[in-house]
């Protein structure tokens, strides 16, 4: 039996921050023979299903947790100017469903309410404070710079605020570091002895071992812009890795309770996200046959259309011919609604058939249709497409076959001036809880982690230059770092003769993969049936304030909501406004 598991862990989703992936924490964990294992990335959920979903795979229980950045309380009488953070982190953790989806909603509440310092106030968390379990927080708490300032009477206040609001869900944080003041655990001990609270042991975890310090080091200098050699900057201890059980049981041989504690709150901590099927956004609301009434109408207005003009196209005048074509054309229209009606993806047509209507109203230029997509029959009836399948002898199984069970995906262009004001289109007839942008991340690439690490280190531009030269730019042979240094003997060579160049190669080969910035996929949206953050959390992007999923493409769909692409072209664009010119001189 264990008696300690990892609760705080950031991962590389704390964004150049951590220095540890999602897989090498559930590796660690089988390892060490620890049955659960928490996260609490900074201030964001970007990775809480992936983690579930990885870890689980391991046989280990995921704690799903975050680190959500608080506004100071101006009643503490803080001497903010004194502060290096005007802010104070708690570490919240899921209990059950409720937890979960509360937390969702608070990791969103700091982009979508609080987009200047994405800070919550302390009301805002009361506000949502069921199903949660509170730790009072790692290196950033509050309670230590006010014992620090002397007011110990605003300390005492903070945790009986806290111990009003959560009860038995709150614990008192203890971390040993190698920094940490024996004078401020002695005052945290105090207070948890005094308001009778309980004690829990945290490594708070940034990267896997003490051979990666160097390295994550070198990842805060390059988010800060920093040197490594600079004398006046904060430092992590050296000991913000992910220690065995037998470690920490050295470290706290102590204080065994705060260990224990550990495991007692992952076994209150029941619930996981997992991967859900799904769920379609709702087109129109009304019976259940609403929808699918809706699109064989609609689709069948279309064909009358269509057949006329593939008539004339094909210039047929004979009457049984013309009849004949129509027999084609019907029957695949009917068995093509059949398997999507079947499938219930009838919502999902009308949706991306409204918003290109919508579009083509506005003269806003809109792609012939690309892709298996343009294999099916009714997307060329809604008008989705402007490919006849029959014609061209496209098959609609490519795109949608009831054998294969996947999600349509129309790849749908339109021209990149205009797309924004179709995006406006959907926020407004949906409604801006309902629709949102898809994040990406950025990662440390093989060029971009040697120039990133060779900045901080201190190395000439003019060296770190010659170093990523001889590393290819090909896109579509994207290498390892390593795969690459086995491949160039000279990256070897420049490193045998410079042991600045030695150092960051092996620095280099530690951080590269990491993710590194997040911005906006060039095409994503999703458009969900409830409001997003039931079951996604929300992000603000900082150089626009659009708002995002924190989970990416891949795990926003896994999350069940529905992805649709919005592609900006400007090739359209530039056919555009070429016929205006047409149009104007001619």
Known sequence: MTNFVHLTNKTEY???EGA??????????????????????????????????????????????????????????????????????????????????????LSSLCYTKYSTNNALNLSDIYNKKNGLIVLTGGRNNLVEPMLNSGKELYANQFIKNLKEQFNDNLYIEIQRLGNSKKKNENALLNLAYDHLLPLVATNEVYFESPEYYEAHDALSCIEKKQFVSQQDRYRFSDQH????????????????????????????????????????????????????????KISNEGLEKRVI????????????????????????????????????????????????????????????????????????????????????GLIFERFLNPERVSLPDFDIDFC???????????YEKYGKDHVAQIITFGKLQARAVLRDIGRVLGIPYGQVDYLTKLIPFDPSRQLSLQEYIDDEPKLTEEANKNPKI?????????????KRHASIHAAGVVISKDIIYKDV???????????????????????GLVKFDFLGLKTLTLINNCVELVKRYK
């Open 20 to 105: 540890i992936t999602i897989n090498r924490i559930a590796e660690l964990c089988e390892s060490f023979k620890m049955p659960a294992v928490g996260i609490t990335d900074t201030n964001n959920m970007f990775g809480a299903l992936e983690f579930s979903d990885k870890v689980s795979g391991y046989g280990v229980q995921p704690l799903i947790g975050c680190n959500i950045k608080i506004n100071i309380p101006p009643e503490f009488k803080l001497d903010l100017t004194e502060l290096e953070n005007k802010y104070f982190f708690l570490n919240l953790f899921a209990k059950n469903l409720n937890g979960y989806q509360n937390l969702l909603e």
């Open 14 to 16: 704390s964004l150049s």
């Open 502 to 514: 030695k150092k960051l190669l092996s620095i280099a080969l530690k951080l590269e993969g990491l």
């Open 309 to 392: 003009q593939a008539l004339k196209m094909k210039k047929i005048e004979n009457e049984d011919e013309a009849n004949q074509l129509r027999d084609e054309y019907q029957k695949r229209l009917d068995s093509e609604l059949d398997i999507i009606i079947n499938m219930k993806y009838e919502g999902y047509f009308l949706i991306v058939a409204d918003f290109i209507k919508w579009a083509k109203n506005n003269n806003i230029p809109v792609g012939p249709g690309r892709g298996s997509g343009a294999g099916s029959l009714v997307a060329w009836c809604l008008e989705i497409t402007d490919l006849d399948p029959i014609h061209f």
């Open 537 to 559: 959390p929300l992000y603000s992007d900082p150089d626009t304030n659009i708002f995002l999923t924190q989970f990416d493409m891949k795990w926003v769909e896994n999350a």
């Open 241 to 296: 890795y992910f220690k065995s059980i037998n470690e920490m049981e050295i470290l706290f041989h102590d204080l065994p309770e705060a260990l224990s504690n550990t495991i007692e709150i992952s076994k209150r901590c029941s619930y996981r996200p997992e991967i859900k099927n799904p769920i379609l956004p709702v087109f129109i609301k009304g019976t259940e046959n609403s929808e699918k009434d809706l699109l064989r």
């Open 416 to 426: 990149r001036d205009r797309r924004d004001e179709v995006l406006n289109y959907v």
